[in-house]
Every structure is written in structure tokens, then in C-alpha cells.
């Protein structure tokens, strides 16, 4: 079975950067297959789409609220998505989790959680004022 794994959390001041991983294992997993988008929950509200990466690695999608701040990349080889994340916010506060489904596909990610049925644990991100 895959089992997805966030890193690189924690505390910074507003303006700063911090660059989440999330790092892929299975025996039959290859990281090349499979779109990978990043979510994030903070307290009180539903899960949203931060930003995602599809197979091929031509398309990437972001919400508007970190378009422009946030980059998300891939090294299959290293079976490791990332989140580059600068010129953070309060409002950025959340848990961070990585998620994918277990088919390729070739275009921008799909928003809906509910299209993901593999997910790590999350890390928090906290951003102070």
C-alpha cells in the first residue's frame, strides 16, 4: 500500500517561507503515475485545495488565495512532491496534508477532496503576525 508522509512544517513570521515534502512509499508505487495536490484544514473549516500536479508534470493548478506565492513541484525520482511556500500569511494557518488517487492523469487536479482517497497525516503551519 502507498503511504504519503508531509515534512517541513512549522512556525513563521508573516512574510516568511517554509517548503513542505511529502514523500511517497510502496512496493508498487511510482510516483511518475500518480497526480499529486496538496490540501490544507485549519480549525473549524472544511479541507481545500492548495495546489496540484498532474502526471505529466505540463499542468499544475493553484487556488487563488496562494497563486503567485505558493509553487508546487515534483522529483519522481525521489517519489517526493513539494509546496514551496513564500510570503506567508496569518490566513495560512492550517494542517498541510498531500493527497493523490491511484490512477495518472493528465490535465489540472480535480478541487474536490473527495477525488483523493490516499492522504498522508499532515503537518502544521503556523504564521505568526
Known amino acids: 500500500q502507498v503511504q504519503l508522509v508531509e515534512s517541513g512544517g512549522g512556525l513563521v513570521q508573516a512574510g516568511g517561507s517554509l517548503r513542505l515534502s511529502c514523500a511517497a512509499s510502496?512496493?508498487?508505487?511510482?510516483?511518475?503515475?500518480?497526480?499529486m495536490g496538496w490540501f490544507r484544514q485549519a480549525p473549524g473549516k472544511e479541507r481545500e485545495f492548495v495546489a496540484g500536479i498532474d502526471s505529466s508534470m505540463d499542468h499544475t493548478r493553484y487556488a487563488d488565495s496562494v497563486k503567485g506565492r505558493f509553487t508546487i513541484s515534483r522529483d519522481n525520482a525521489k517519489n517526493t512532491v513539494y509546496l514551496q511556500m513564500n510570503s506567508l500569511k496569518p490566513e495560512d494557518t492550517a494542517v498541510y496534508y498531500c493527497?493523490?488517487?491511484?490512477?495518472?492523469?493528465?490535465?489540472?487536479?480535480?478541487?474536490?477532496?473527495?477525488?483523493?482517497?490516499?492522504w498522508g497525516q499532515g503537518t502544521q503551519v503556523t504564521v505568526s503576525s
Open positions: 493527497a493523490t488517487y491511484g490512477t495518472t492523469y493528465y490535465g489540472p487536479l480535480p478541487q474536490d477532496p473527495n477525488e483523493y482517497d490516499m
Open positions: 510502496g512496493r508498487t508505487f511510482s510516483m511518475y503515475r500518480y497526480p
